[in-house]
């Protein structure tokens, strides 16, 4: 079975074939005149011969005698036979030809016949009930364009499958591109007017897929989408396809699918030099856009959401449910007016294709720098090595732009603390990582970088400062909404606001670098970005570990927003247990829980569960969303230790937490309470930290103001377990309110 890029110029190039060959009457002096002759089949098995064709393996010769099998009977035929029909030859005609000539090992229905004569009128014009001798003679010459064509390509395809380097990958797809637009060419002044129905298309589809060898339920799979894409490719109904498209198609087509066929053929083997495959992605990518934008200019430059969306939702991808087509579609005209920099709502233009593209080349750049940097040194280097290697790198090159890409490079070794080691996308907190720059690190620090620049020159009211605030970051949550529900990414009890708010605070107090003032910087976000992959990762590998590569929690039901669950007692049991390989990204906290005693080691998970489920400590089944959320915070808790546990004791004594901790988190106690007196603030802190709990009722308000007030007394320290409940307190949207001051920190 052929795979389905070779499927799709499988049946492009053979629907040429077959769109025409019946073209033969059955008048009985017409069968005399064939009758002495032998069954000759010329399309028998040419499912397996058009599959050599893309493997490479079929001879020039033997490809060639194909057409001319097939021309050779349409100019005898053409010759000798006359047509029953007044003016040609008539589906009776047609028949006879294909079943006794040119397929002769399978049977043809005469659903198929009559469908072939709707589509000949269609690529060729014409009466549908009828062929024209000049019809014929138009699908002679047709059939000779595809044998001198096809037979260019031949060699790249052969090159490709010899030796498929880059070099043979480009020029296939270049070669594919070029028969695509020599075949339009040929047909452009030829085509019809006719419009095939689907109705017609679909079951003629079916026969045709059984004829070359593939699987005929593909069409029933594939056939809505096909033919939305034609409405987006060349415009026209989306339940026909009409003559003036069929060049459009044949080009497009073909073009396209030399990109997907070279993406699929990239050799997975080593050593191929720096980044090579992601170049080669990248120029890939270049080319599509240039193909797009050519479908652009066939809708005056503008494609529209509604011609996009019977796309999306026939898209045949089985992990897109309905919920997640209508929120792609529901979000698809802002992203792409205010995300990607379209000029005009709800309409796709080429400056979205260009905005991400660019994105992407820089990021390509950018990691192939990366790698040729760490190719004279070891994958694991210190910050200092690494800047010394690049500043050897900065001064041999001439290039302006890999001069600066190389600066770049050396500001972020010098912004962001070493997080990820030599191969795991999961960060390791400890000091040593802090020290050490392995490529895995730079390559995906540069790549959090240039995506937390984008989204501040998008979305932050400050752009050339990239400065972002919450009703920033509640603009693009909600673009992306919809999305964010539909994937699980987003508690349905939430607003935007609340995420937002929550977003921002985590990002504003827990990174390497939070500073708690009013605005999320560069180096905040890119972090932030990095500590979300990182939680996400290490939550999947937790999720998966439990319930499909153990198989000690099964899953049991759902979770509070749909996603598949496992039960909360088996969970806590398998998840602490197995600390030191959930925790490996964390080793002061596996070494700090190892020396706990069962009291304590219950404290910190209760104290765990409080700050990462919604509803805290509870019996309700725990899917993903949970699991992200205890993977996220011992990203948080860790970080708090490394910057302001400056003794290393394990434990933020009241010095450390007023002189280290109290700066970052001061902005965050103004904005909640609408005070600013240090002493107060400081007293929230600690009351906070001490306590566990926000003074809500009138008896712990005054419990607060007289802890303010002993301020010489206070008897405060935070180990971890105090600083997960801290956690849940402080990055709660709804335990902090915003729109007035809170009662708790009252002035005497």
Not at 229 to 248: C, F, M, Q, R, T
Not at 309 to 337: W, Y
Not at 587 to 599: A, E, F, T
Not at 685 to 693: A, G
Request: aromatic content about 10%.
């Amino acid at each position: 079975m052929l795979s389905k890029p070779y499927w799709i110029h499988f049946t492009l190039i053979s629907s040429a074939f077959l769109s025409g060959c019946g073209l033969f009457g059955s008048k009985k002096e017409n069968d005399r005149i064939f009758q002495p002759q032998t069954s000759i089949g010329c399309l028998n098995g040419l499912g397996k011969k058009v599959g050599r064709y893309f493997k490479g393996t079929i001879e020039a010769s033997e490809w060639e005698s194909i057409f001319d099998c097939v021309d050779n009977q349409l100019v005898f035929f053409r010759k000798y036979v006359r047509g029953s029909a007044p003016g040609g030859y008539n589906q009776a005609d047609i028949a006879s030809l294909m079943r006794n000539f040119i397929i002769t090992e399978k049977p043809i229905s005469d659903e198929f016949i009559s469908g072939v004569f709707e589509i000949k009128a269609s690529f060729f014009g014409g009466n549908p009930s009828v062929i024209a001798p000049r019809e014929l003679d138009q699908l002679v010459s047709f059939v000779q364009a595809l044998k001198k064509e096809s037979l260019v390509v031949l060699p790249y395809i052969q090159a490709r499958v010899k030796d498929p380097t880059v070099e043979n990958l480009s020029r296939q797809a270049d070669a594919l591109a070029v028969f695509g637009q020599r075949i339009s060419t040929h047909l452009e002044s030829r085509v019809g007017t006719y419009a095939v129905p689907k109705t017609v298309m679909t079951p003629v589809a079916r026969e045709l897929m059984r004829l070359l060898d593939l699987d005929p339920k593909l069409v029933n799979r594939y056939q809505d989408f096909i033919f939305s894409l034609k409405a987006i490719v060349a415009g026209g109904s989306p339940d026909a396809l009409e003559g003036y498209a069929w060049p459009i198609l044949i080009r497009e087509g073909l073009s396209f699918s030399g990109l997907l066929l070279a993406y699929r053929d990239f050799p997975d083997t080593s050593s191929r030099g720096p980044n090579v495959e992601g170049e080669f992605n990248l120029a890939l990518a270049e080319r599509a856009i240039r193909y797009t934008e050519k479908i652009l200019q066939t809708h005056g430059g503008f494609i529209p959401v509604d011609l996009l969306n019977p796309a999306i939702d026939s898209l045949p991808m089985g992990g897109l449910s309905r919920e997640k087509r209508q929120a792609i579609k529901a979000s698809l005209p802002k992203v792409l007016k205010r995300t990607l920099h379209g000029r005009v709502m709800g309409q796709l233009d080429i400056d979205s294709l260009r905005s991400i593209l660019d994105l992407f080349r820089k990021g390509i750049h950018g990691q192939t720098l990366v790698e040729e940097i760490y190719s004279g040194i070891s994958q694991s280097v210190s910050q200092e090595q690494f800047i010394a290697e690049a500043d050897r790198f900065l001064e041999r090159t001439k290039d302006s732009g890999e001069k600066s890409r190389i600066q770049d490079l050396i500001g972020i070794a010098n912004e962001f603390v070493g997080l990820y080691p030599e191969t795991s996308d999961v960060m390791i907190f400890s000091r040593e990582m802090r020290a050490t720059r392995t490529k895995n690190h730079m390559i995906r620090m540069q790549w959090y970088k240039l995506v937390g620049d984008y989204v501040l020159s998008t979305y932050a009211e400050e752009k050339s400062a990239r400065l972002g605030t919450v009703e920033d970051l509640q603009n693009l949550t909600e673009d992306f909404m919809e999305v964010l529900s539909a994937w699980k990414l987003a508690h349905p009890l939430l607003t935007a606001n609340e995420m937002a708010v929550k977003r921002f605070r985590e990002a504003n107090l827990f990174t390497p670098v939070s500073n708690g003032d009013q605005y999320m910087d560069a180096t905040e976000t890119s972090y932030y970005f990095a500590y979300l992959f990182s939680s996400a990762n290490l939550a999947s590998k937790t999720f998966k570990s439990l319930t499909k590569t153990w198989k000690v929690c099964p899953i049991v039901g759902q979770d509070e927003i749909g996603q598949p669950a496992m039960e909360a007692s088996c969970f806590r049991e398998h998840y602490f247990a197995n600390f030191e390989t959930f925790w490996e990204g964390f080793p002061d906290l596996v070494n700090s829980y190892r020396r706990m005693s069962p009291s304590k080691r219950k404290t910190l998970q209760k104290s765990m569960e409080l700050a990462a489920r919604r509803k805290g400590v509870s019996e309700d089944l725990i899917g993903l969303y949970d699991v992200n959320s205890f993977a996220a915070l011992p990203h948080y808790v860790e970080n708090i230790m490394e910057r302001f546990d400056v003794n290393g004791s394990e434990i933020l004594s009241k010095t450390e937490i007023l002189r280290y901790a109290y700066p970052v988190f001061k902005q965050t106690l103004i904005t909640v309470s609408g005070r600013k007196q240090d002493w107060l603030l400081q007293a929230a802190l600690t009351y906070v930290i001490k306590y566990k709990k926000l003074p809500r009722t009138k008896k712990e308000q005054i419990h607060f103001l007289r802890w303010a007030t002993w301020r010489p007394f206070w008897k405060v320290s935070a180990d971890r377990g105090s600083l997960y409940q801290v956690l849940a307190i402080l990055s709660d949207p709804k335990s902090l309110p915003q729109e007035s001051p809170s009662p708790v920190l009252v002035s005497q």
